[in-house]
């Protein structure tokens, strides 16, 4: 499909596209329902990724990256997306992309050279604790009950977060601290940076979870008790950390929606060369007209979404928040992705549970996409309020006319 990219942004995908061929996917079918990628296979991928010049493509060159903008690094995400390894591998994987934006967006530059460098090179992870247990913030951040109080030149913080991916492994977390406890809820909080081994950071337990594939990636539970950081690890300013956290979710919804449109259209294509290869009742699978119109409806539908990402994307580089085209990308590709996986796999037969082929995990990991980074319904409720306020006094008055 062609699509409006630049020059620049097509020659990196294609260079990505065929580092996945030639060396992810290899990686990819040794691991494939037996074991985790090791630190050092990690490292393999990365350093080859350096070599073809597609390594963090995202980041500016400063700091270790390749400095393009939101626009022209979307086919770069996607090609690394259809394969599980392929974001890790070029380093644009969640939550350390997000995190590292983040840094590129509010920090100082000490802390950009303390945390950000090592994590652009792959040395270092990081967390990004925001959701809360019950009782706390979930899709309702107002609800978060963390505090960072000031005491001399300390931060004293206390909570307790949970699913705070890269929770085991992390050596730096982005903390969601209430910093005011007299605003506003949707003010008063900002992010503190909590390197992992400060004392009072209790990690409880990484959370058994659906999905635990060969990036073994942990989601974990965290308690944060009379944990004290140098006033310092303020993360941009003091009391606007859901502003920030605005700015790092827009653009990490949109880059979600990018590897997984490549995960999607990655199932499509080995469940279309399965359909060819695969007879039944006197011809092959992809011949019957329900499996193509299924194949025709998915395409057509992820196009649209690609399309949806593509405009909200636009519109990020163009400096605009782009809040209504961000949830409308968020809401569409996460239900799109998750029946183009789903088609695939039932194509497949048996097979697509089976873990020779990479439908099984595409589906598994795929489903906490209508969650992660704010439910269906959020984004919904976000769209919703915004199109109802469209509606003026004048525009009822009409209404209310032709009813007498
Ligand atoms: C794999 C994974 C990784 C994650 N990584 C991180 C991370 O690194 N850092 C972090 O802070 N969090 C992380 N999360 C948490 C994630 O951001 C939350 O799951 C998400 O924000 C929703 O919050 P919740 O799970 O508390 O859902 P809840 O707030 O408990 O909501 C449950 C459900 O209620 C429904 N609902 C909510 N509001 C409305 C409404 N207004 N109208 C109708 N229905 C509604 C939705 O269906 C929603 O799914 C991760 C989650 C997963 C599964």
Redesign the pocket.
Known sequence: MEYDDSERAEVVAARVDEFVDEIVIPAERDLLGRESISDDGLAELRSEARERDIYAPQISTEYGGMGMDFRDVLPAFEAAGRSLLGPPAIRVDA?DEGNMHTFELVASEEQKDEWLRPLVAGEIRS?????EPMQGG???PKMIRTTAERDGDEWVINGH?W????GLEADIFLVMARTDLDAHPYSGCSIILVPANTPGVEIERGIP?MADDMLGTS?AEIRFEDVRVPVENLMGEENEGFTIAQQRLGPARLTHCMRYSGMAQRALDVAKAYAMEREAFGSPIAEKQSVRFAIAEAETELHAARCMVRHAADQITAGNQARIEVSMSKLYTSNVVQEAIDTAMQFCGANGIGKDLPIADFYENVR?FR????????HK?VIARNSFSDIDDAEVANVTRYQG
């Open positions: 939550p967390g990004f604790c925001m959701t979930g899709s309702d977060k699913w705070t991916t890269n979870h989601h906490q969650f992660v980074d704010g439910a269906d319904e959020v409720r």
